[in-house]
């Protein structure tokens, strides 16, 4: 299965800069997705990042909050954008292979917190 | 819309005993992908097993299998031999197919501690 390496592991922001969270694939993938984990929560989808367009934002999640970007198909970024306390969680990157989905792998994940 | 429950909150196993960790799903997309995974204190997700609608078997990789009841509409993990590694939170997902292809619905999750 892929890898994918995902960057900065953890990271302590103060409140209204903007960090950006890297993964690199080692092979391409047709799908990449990002990821909100708050405090004790569950996984929520945050945008499918769409290789050469704009990526495909879930409900409570925008483009100026969350900008994304994804230049081939092993790469892409999410960048938290004016951060606030709230937004103090775990990022995740994921990617879905060409062969179909049997399993979808996970980047180590961005433990972010604001302060 | 796809839904996926896990009702157990925490569970306890005695190392070397065998756990079962609960979850059902809904979603009215005839193809889908059940799959879980461990999340430890790290933060990363671990892919465990993967269950595909139309499979006719229930998956087995290792320690872990998956009880599929399609019909129930359950999607069971089983870890057998218990491992003081093992403990972790553990999340059942599913992708269904079409346009969602790939996008992963999370349940709640349910925190494992192993006993020694």
């Known amino acids: 299965s892929a890898v994918i390496s995902q960057k900065p592991s953890r990271d302590i922001c103060q409140r209204g800069t903007s960090l950006t969270i890297q993964c690199q694939v080692d092979s391409q993938v047709t799908m990449m997705f990002w990821y909100r984990q708050q405090p004790g929560q569950s996984l929520t989808l945050i945008a499918t990042?769409?290789?050469?367009?704009?990526?495909?934002?879930e409900s409570g999640f925008v483009i100026d909050k969350f900008p994304i970007s994804r230049p081939n198909l092993t790469f892409s970024t999410l960048t938290v954008s004016n951060m606030s306390p709230e937004d103090s969680s775990i990022y995740l990157c994921s990617g879905a292979g060409t062969g179909g989905i049997t399993e979808a792998f996970f980047g180590q994940g961005t433990r972010l917190t604001v302060v | 819309a796809q839904k996926i429950t896990q009702t157990q909150p925490g569970m306890f196993v005695q190392e070397k005993e065998a756990v079962t960790l609960d979850c059902t799903y809904d979603?009215?997309?005839?193809?889908?992908?059940l799959f879980w995974y461990k999340q430890p204190s790290s933060g990363e997700m671990i892919f465990l097993i993967y269950?595909?609608?139309?499979?006719?078997q229930n998956a087995t990789e290792g320690r872990y299998s998956l009880n599929f009841q399609k019909a129930r509409k359950s999607a069971n993990l089983v870890i057998s031999a218990s491992q003081l590694g093992d403990s972790a939170m553990y999340f059942c997902a599913m992708s269904a197919g079409g346009t969602s292809y790939g996008k992963l619905t999370f349940g709640q999750g349910t925190i494992l501690t192993v006993h020694p």
């Open positions: 990042a769409n290789q050469g367009s704009e990526a495909t934002y």
């Open positions: 979603t009215s997309d005839p193809s889908y992908g």
């Open positions: 269950q595909g609608s139309y499979d006719q």
